[in-house]
């Protein structure tokens, strides 16, 4: 078949499941959907599809990023618009089916919103929600639309038409589309996609290669997993068109082995393309070839890092080397080498169907286009989102976010990751693109950005970070190697309340050393938390080195817990379920916590049954900072 | 119980559709553990002699990796998650409390080698903060309580 005619098998395969005569019924099952249940929706639907004898189409779909709402469940009836249905587990799955497909009552009660052309009374417009309303899907533009395992779903969407464009164009013309569009690169440091590709053009060495680095390995970010899982095609697709700019048949994708459903998805998606040649030997029969071959990493964060990703592709210890040369003159193998992002290549196919302007129509000068953010946290809507560039953090926590859960006051932002850094409140008007956030201290980074409200400690938090790139380090030079463990001891002492006056500046010393002397991104971005994090929050620093406190209570050195009597019911809950047996107290009495033998594990707080808790936190020198103004009236009595 | 030629032939085995490739060696330890759960000393040879680098190359390359395992795990993994959102919703204290319950520390196995006890960074599935998976099971809002709860299942 040659392109045209897959495209219109397609549009009719797409047309006949979209508008025939059966229901069709989507699942968002990508991790997030199967870890809320989403398999055992699929499931309850199809039984009660056969139970009741109706026909109906169903697909699994990726994540269409609203992952506090899942299992998400669209039902589009002949006739009817789609609508989509929130927490669909497979206990509400009978009622829905009965109600909406038997008796044509579209219970707007579970509904969520509709999508497309067309309106039902009661229910509001799917994009018109507030938490889509500022979003712009061009990445994520078929997640959870399309089903993921089905090539023909993706080019009805207007998959691989700009692969059939461009092999009607010549490099030069598709590198200057990409310089038109603005597009950089989206793993974080932010580099223009089309000079890479430019100079990987120019270097005339073979082989070369074009690879994508899939090694997410910031935790708290799962942009590029969704994109992976929900629309593997439109990387792939990205990635030969990366291939045909500079002139190569070879691509690699190097995905984190934390993925399987990710490698399963690419693994079928490869398949389905080089059958429609699509992917393969002489693509629809021009002369360019090109073909993707998957390599799974093994957990090392290091390997996110280009030098060190490749070095891993090649069998050896992901450890970065010193640059230059860069990549696109030696990466794999020593050879010309163009490593892009998942989302960068994502963003690719649109920009050469609708053209480099039309891209650059979205964003700010300098950020162009959109980004994918994963948003957790302490924030009511956690999930994926893609915004324009220059939209404000503000709108991002408040309108697209919801904000905090129990209405707490927003603390800090951390973007960017391990390598990034944390961003407080008086700092939410800052615009979304690369400058602006290194201006304030942190990094756009990959995309993750977890909110965290006033029960995180700022100390704590940069004690996690610092850790996870302790561990992370790869041992090769050495400010990261023994920079970052130094930085960590005195951290460390800090939560235990044993910081001392001059430490804070010995930090801001170590970190601006290691900064200048280490020798990849990991190394000279890992004091970035702990440095920001002493910029906006010093008070809270100074609260631990001089008055051994942890104001939000989280470090366990400096907090304990008790039972104020007056309040506790006596119910003996807490007693019975304390792991380490600290709590003791006789019947009808009001327990009393052995404060040796507590571990601060907090299971005493989750099982007691209270309104209000008796079990009160005290931190400082008897001083206690519950947000509860109920508790601080007791401390004063307790003095 | 194999022993070490037949263990030799077996992981021989297991890694021969991987012969000529360009990429061999940690696609080769990855099927190892894959069979395993671990990577038992046999491996680092034969591995080594599919991928043309000396056995101490290869443990070298392993042991700079977390996904590779040493020694057999449990019957069951449990994996908390630490990753950023997990960590501020208060994984540590699932790891707290699952320490306390299976007498062994983050990285280690029960005696009995029913339970292995391991922590990561990030699954991706942040919404649902903090998550812990057991084999490949994921559950969310996990907290210290809800935790012991869950393992008793496998028990």
């Known amino acids: ?639 | 119980m194999n022993t070490a030629v037949e263990l030799k032939d077996q992981i021989r085995e297991i890694i021969e559709h991987l012969r000529g490739q360009q990429i061999v060696l940690i696609p080769a330890l990855q099927a190892v553990q894959e069979k395993f759960g671990y990577l038992p000393p046999e491996a680092f040879e034969e591995v080594g002699g599919l991928a043309g680098a000396s056995a101490n190359t290869v443990y070298g390359v392993a042991s700079f990796y977390s996904q590779f395992r040493f020694v057999k795990p449990g019957e069951h993994i449990i994996k908390v998650c630490l990753g950023t959102a997990c960590h501020v919703c208060g994984s540590s204290r699932i790891v707290d409390a699952l320490e306390l319950e299976l007498a062994i520390k983050e990285g280690e196995t029960t005696e009995d080698e029913k339970f292995s006890l391991e922590s990561v960074r990030c699954f991706g599935s942040c919404a649902l903060a903090p998550v812990m998976v057991v084999d490949d099971e994921v559950y969310g809002s996990v907290t210290g309580p809800k935790a012991l709860d869950i393992i008793k299942k496998y028990q």
């Open chain 1, 1 to 639: 078949m040659n392109f045209p005619e897959i495209q219109s098998k397609a549009n009719a395969e797409w047309k006949d499941l979209w508008e025939g005569d059966k229901p069709l019924i989507l699942v968002g099952l990508a991790t997030c959907g199967i870890a809320a249940g989403g398999n055992a929706t699929m499931e309850a639907i199809k039984a009660e599809l056969t139970r009741h004898g109706i026909e109906a189409n169903v697909i699994a779909v990726g994540c269409i990023g609203m992952c506090y709402l899942e299992p998400l469940v669209d039902i589009v009836k002949p006739g009817r618009p789609r609508i989509s249905y929130s927490h669909v587990t497979k206990e509400k799955v009978p009622e829905l089916i009965e109600d909406y497909l038997l008796n044509d009552n579209p219970r707007p009660d579970l509904a969520l919103g509709t999508i497309g052309e067309g309106s039902v009374e009661g229910i509001p417009k799917f994009w018109e929600l507030p938490m889509l309303k500022p979003q712009v899907r061009i990445a994520l533009h078929n997640c959870g639309t399309i089903a993921p395992e089905n090539i023909y779903h993706y080019i009805a969407q207007g998959g691989y038409s700009g692969l059939s464009k461009a092999l009607g164009m010549s490099q030069e013309d598709i590198i200057s589309e990409m310089e038109k569009s603005g597009l950089r690169g989206r793993g974080g440091a932010g580099f223009p996609t089309w000079r890479k590709w430019k100079e990987a053009n120019r270097n005339k060495a073979t082989p070369k290669f074009v690879v994508c680095n899939a090694d997410e390995g910031d935790p708290g970010a799962f942009m590029d997993r969704s994109v992976l899982e929900g629309d593997p095609h439109a990387v792939l697709e990205g990635m030969a068109l990366a291939g045909y700019a500079i002139g190569t048949p070879n691509g690699y994708i190097y995905c984190r082995a934390e993925y399987p459903l990710a490698v399963k998805r690419l693994n079928i998606a490869i398949q389905q393309a080089k059958e429609l040649n699509l992917l393969g030997e002489n693509i629809q029969g021009s002369e360019f070839s090109f073909d993707v071959q998957i390599m799974q990493g093994a957990g090392a964060f290091v390997c996110g890092e280009g030098s060190a990703l490749m070095y891993s592709i090649e069998g050896k210890r992901g450890m970065p080397r010193v640059r230059p040369p860069r990549s696109v003159e030696s990466g794999l193998w020593g050879l010309p080498t163009s490593l892009n992002n998942v989302e960068t290549f994502a963003n690719v196919p649109s920009i050469i169907v609708k053209g480099g302007d039309w891209f650059a129509g979205y964003g700010t000068e300098t950020g162009k286009g959109t980004k994918t953010f994963a948003l957790t946290g302490k924030i009511n809507r956690p999930g994926l989102i893609e915004v324009p560039m220059g939209i404000t953090l503000r709108e991002i926590v408040y309108d697209i976010g919801g904000g905090i859960p129990e209405d707490k006051p927003f603390k800090a932002m951390q973007t960017g990751g391990p390598s990034g850094g944390c961003l407080p409140t008086d700092l939410l008007d800052t615009p979304v693109d690369f400058e602006s956030l290194a201006k304030a201290g942190s990094i756009m980074g990959s995309g993750g950005m977890v909110i965290v409200d006033t029960d995180t400690c700022m100390v704590d938090i940069a004690l996690y970070f610092l850790s996870f790139c302790v561990e992370e380090s790869c041992g090769k030079c050495v400010p990261c190697r023994e920079g970052l463990p130094l930085m960590l001891d005195i951290l460390e002492r800090i939560t235990k309340g044993e910081g001392e006056p001059e430490d804070i500046d010995r930090l801001k010393d170590l970190g601006e050393t290691i900064k200048a002397g280490a020798l990849c991104g990991l190394g000279t971005s890992a004091p970035n938390p702990v440095l920001t994090s002493i910029r906006y929050f010093r008070e809270e620093w100074e609260a631990h080195i001089h008055d051994k406190r942890c104001p939000a209570m989280v470090c366990k050195d400096l907090f304990h817990y008790e039972i104020l009597s007056k309040r506790c019911v006596a119910c003996h809950r807490c007693l019975w379920s304390c792991p380490t047996k600290a709590i003791t107290g006789h019947s009808l009495e009001a327990p009393v916590i052995n404060e040796a033998r507590c571990t601060r594990c907090g299971t005493c707080v989750t099982v007691c049954p209270a309104k209000v808790s008796p079990i009160a936190k005290y931190t400082g020198k008897g001083i206690v900072t519950s947000s509860e103004p109920q508790a601080l009236e007791e401390v004063t009595v307790h003095g």
